[in-house]
């Protein structure tokens, strides 16, 4: 089972530009899809976007759609959520997640098995 360790968040004014890392171990990376989450208190953890296990098929959030991007890199068993023109709103813990690979990444939190900890973003206004 592969295991997985958020970091890089942190405090940014709104319009500014953060990128938090997820790093894999345990397991063969590639064997999985990778995907980030949001939570705030007394809310469902949030879509925010996915990458296949190839790196070759992504999926954005609505909210976050042009604002934010995915990538991976297998051979050094990370993942990156790279946010840019940020918001007060997107202010919340984020989570990296893994899911057992497939084409399509999910959209569905239930679909990834394995969480890491999250790591605290907060954009102030």
């Known amino acids: 089972q592969v295991q997985l360790v958020e970091s890089g968040g942190g405090l940014v004014q709104t319009g500014g530009s953060l990128m938090i890392s997820c790093a894999a171990s345990?397991?063969?990376?590639?064997?999985?899809?990778v995907g980030w989450f949001r939570q705030t208190p007394g809310k469902e953890r949030e879509f925010v976007a996915a990458l296949n296990y190839r790196g070759g098929r992504g999926r954005i959030g609505d909210s976050v759609k042009g604002r934010f991007t995915i990538s991976r890199d297998n051979a050094k068993n990370v993942a990156n959520l790279f946010m840019y023109y940020l918001k007060p709103e997107d202010t919340a813990v984020y989570y990296c997640?893994?899911?057992?690979?497939?084409?399509?990444?999910?959209?569905?939190?239930?679909?990834?098995?394995?969480w890491g900890q999250g790591t605290q973003v907060t954009v102030s206004s």
């Open positions: 997640a893994a899911e057992r690979a497939a084409e399509v990444p999910s959209l569905q939190a239930v679909e990834y098995a394995t």
């Open positions: 345990g397991d063969i990376f590639s064997a999985y899809n």
